[in-house]
């Protein structure tokens, strides 16, 4: 603070105190050559000096008044003072020559006592002052701390690295005098630039910090007031800008809201020249809030990469922890603009978070994640009945699932011209029941795409295209002899052979057969199976033999590969058990349902899901607050609300490990 006083002489009449001047002059000039003893021509000469003289007097009076100076007023009643003076020394002693000297002395003093009162009067002159207390300007100064100042990229003189940290240390070393004149002229506040904002009391550049929240330090600067409760007039930053907690449109944000409040910001980049050092800058993905569980959703990548020509950046899609996608491009601009779009395909219901991640693949350290988070919602079981022509069982089978609004079935009879078209997109179905389908139909590639929708995508097969697939060779060493849990055998069906279906002692416990008979003896009252394949004896480890045909041969066997489940079934026809009688019609319509949701994989999974992947440990030493969400997906929801809507939100408090200062 500065203070400053300032005080002006003020006349508020100074013409007539100019005008009073010269009157007091003539006066003067006439009482000194008044003699009444003298006629004529002394008096003339007294009154033509009185009047010139007054004159002169008037003139120099009115001059000073025209200035309208303090200055000159000041002059203009020591001019009015001194003609008082004068016109006392002239006249005082006449009166009282018989008085003593002090006597004289004082009647002297009333005299110029009452002159005064009469200048006063007539000038009513004023001493003006005022107090001026100097505020000195809010100033803040954002220093970077963030580890990113330690990258030692900047070229020295004799040709070396040095930090980014580093040189502004040095830079700052180099100008005291300009800096204590920022303390002598602003009121300077430093502030720290990352995890959380911190006074600083020091221009110095320590990089300890994790990570660099810029927009929060924009936005507290932008909170700081002066003594006055004015805003900062100006925020300096000196950062080589990389934000690594928020997303750009939070540092927009709090650009805007320095600018609302009239406070400039002044920024020092610290870094190489651009485009030399290799960088990527990734936007916000746009996704909407909630999708079906088998919707294929498009993810727009719009990414900025510099200093990479010539390399390769790899894109990563992620659910959660797992990688589902990754594709690399090159890269042959020093600044380039990658867009493109992603296809991901959503994994088991509930709440999960979707990450891109954009890195080169030559360079350490450099990459860009962006998330968001997504509710798959639980959605309707969805079958494909595949055949290579129209006949009795798939018919039936499609009335058997057709009545329960859980299932959503579609039926693909591919022969003919339709053998001519794409194939289904396996992984749109949860279940897929595979019939009697040409091998020049189910081409190598074909099925490869299938395989790859059951053991990555989680759909589930069921092998049920009896002797034409099991045993007449054609897809023997095929992928789906690898996909099924039994192995594929040659030989020639007995035209008679139609055995009972008879299931295990395990397939009684299977979820398959659950609640439709615990006796092995309740299914011998069924019509046997129309037509049966040989399934081959040797098993995959995993398999189970859930059901046999008299006894012998296996006739259902199941296993689970990668991520989905196959079955293979030796029957080529299970509908004269729904003609049979209504218990048969029952256990026929139950057996298919409980059939496709075993192989749809709709296992309830527990979801865990926190409010962001990384937490600051200075916040949660403040008392940040932390949002944990969790819950079950994959059981039915059939009028109830979603997994995300009924999910319990935890508020925790104080989750970092006392004995280490990491995330």
């Known amino acids: 603070m500065n203070h400053a006083v300032l005080a002006n002489f003020l006349l508020q009449q100074p013409g007539q105190l100019a005008a009073a001047s010269g009157v007091i002059v003539v006066a003067t000039l006439l009482c000194r050559h008044w003699r009444p003893q003298v006629a004529g021509a002394s008096l003339h000469r007294g009154a033509v000096r009185a009047v010139l003289s007054a004159a002169l007097v008037i003139v120099v009076a009115w001059l000073l008044v025209w200035a309208e100076t303090p200055a000159s007023q000041t002059m203009l009643a020591m001019l009015a003072l001194a003609s008082v003076a004068w016109c006392v020394a002239g006249t005082h002693g006449r009166p009282y020559g018989g008085l003593s000297r002090s006597s004289r002395l004082f009647m002297g003093l009333l005299r110029v006592g009452a002159w005064l009162v009469v200048l006063v009067l007539l000038g009513r002159p004023a001493w003006e002052s005022r107090q001026i207390r100097w505020q000195k300007p809010l100033l803040v100064a954002l220093l970077d701390q963030s580890t990113s100042m330690n990258i030692a990229d900047m070229p020295t003189r004799d040709g070396g690295l040095i930090s980014r940290g580093a040189i502004v240390n040095a830079a700052l070393a180099e100008v005291p005098q300009a800096l204590g004149r920022l303390d002598e002229y602003y009121d300077l506040r430093r502030v720290s630039i990352g995890e959380t904002p911190r006074a600083m009391n020091a221009w110095c550049i320590e990089p300890t910090e994790n990570l660099s929240a810029m927009s929060a330090a924009l936005r507290h600067a932008g909170d700081i007031r002066a003594r006055d409760e004015s805003a900062p007039l100006a925020v300096l930053v000196i950062s080589d800008g990389a934000e690594t907690v928020a997303a750009r449109e939070a540092l927009i944000d709090a650009g805007q809201r320095l600018a609302a409040q009239g406070t400039a910001v002044l920024a020092i980049g610290v870094g190489p020249e651009p485009g030399t050092v290799p960088t990527v800058e990734l936007a916000l993905l746009n996704t909407p809030a909630r999708i079906g569980q088998r919707e ?133 179905y949860d279940a897929i029941v595979l019939g009697q389908v040409e091998p020049a139909t189910l081409t190598s590639q074909t099925q490869t795409r299938l395989a790859e929708a059951v053991r990555d995508g989680g759909s589930g097969l069921l092998l049920a295209g009896g002797q034409r697939l099991f045993n007449q060779g054609d897809y023997r060493g095929s992928v789906l002899a690898d996909l099924s849990p039994t192995s594929f055998e040659t030989l020639i069906a007995d035209a008679d052979y139609r055995p009972h279906f008879v299931p295990t002692e395990l397939g009684l416990v299977h979820p398959i057969f659950a609640g439709l008979g615990d006796e ?130 935890l508020r925790l408090r104080r989750v970092v490990d006392e004995s280490s200062p990491e995330d």
């Not at 993810?299 to 990469?305: L, Y």
């Not at 603009?337 to 219901?349: A, F, G, Q, S």
Request: hydrophobic residues 45%; aromatic residues 6%; negative net charge.
């Open 296 to 428: 294929r959703l498009p993810v727009a990548i719009d990414a900025r990469i510099t200093g990479c020509a010539g390399r390769e950046v790899s894109v990563t899609m992620h659910w959660d922890d797992d990688v589902v996608s990754e594709t690399r491009i090159g890269i042959s601009e020093a600044d380039e603009r990658l867009r493109r779009d992603e296809i991901v395909v959503p994994p088991t219901p509930g709440v999960h978070r979707l990450t891109a991640t954009v890195a080169p693949l030559t360079v350490d350290g450099v990459s860009a994640s962006r998330s968001a988070i997504v509710d798959v919602a639980e959605a309707a079981t969805r079958v494909l009945l595949l055949d290579g022509r129209p006949h009795s069982e798939m018919a039936f089978i499609y009335r058997a699932l057709a009545d329960d609004s859980d299932l959503d079935v579609a039926r693909f009879v591919w022969f003919g011209a339709a053998a001519d078209s794409d194939p289904p997109r396996w992984d749109e």
């Open 520 to 649: 092995a003896d309740s299914w011998a009252a069924l019509p046997p199976m129309g037509g049966c394949a040989y399934l081959g004896r040797r098993l995959k480890p995993l398999a189970e033999v859930l059901a046999t045909a008299d006894g012998r041969q296996p006739a259902l066997v199941v296993h689970e590969v990668g991520r989905g489940r196959c079955g293979a079934a030796a029957w080529e026809s299970t509908w004269p058990w729904a003609l049979s009688s209504d218990a048969g019609y029952e256990l026929h319509r139950r057996f298919w349902r409980q059939m496709v949701r075993w192989l749809a994989n709709r296992r309830p999974s527990p979801w865990v899901l926190t409010d962001r992947t990384r937490y600051a440990a200075d916040a949660l030493e403040a008392g940040q607050v932390v949002e944990v969400r969790a819950g079950i997906s994959g059981t039915p929801t059939r009028g109830e609300s979603s997994a995300v809507d009924a999910a319990p939100t």
